[in-house]
């Protein structure tokens, strides 16, 4: 999803934004991995194909494993729409020494 997110961000995720209305297209959503069980993705809601299927694509195309490779989802693999996206904090590594 980079530049939108980048893997380890941290996301608050409205789990209840799709309770009463469809996820629409350009939604930036969290959906559980249809591959990867245990895995969760970032992506955008891409289109809808056919009643409650969703194609979703990550923002860098060339990198992205989306709908392109695994196909439409599932309306119930989605967990909610993003509200807010923070980086995480980076780990700061040690550079070489000064001399004293």
Known sequence: MSPTAQAGDYVIVNTW???RRAPGVGDLVVLRDPEVEGRFLCKRIAG???PALYAVRGDNNNVSRDSRAFGPVPADLIVGKVWLSARAPRR???GPESPS
Request: glycine share 12%.
């Open 17 to 19: 934004a799709y309770r």
């Open 48 to 50: 809808v194909s056919g």
């Open 92 to 94: 700061r590594t040690a």
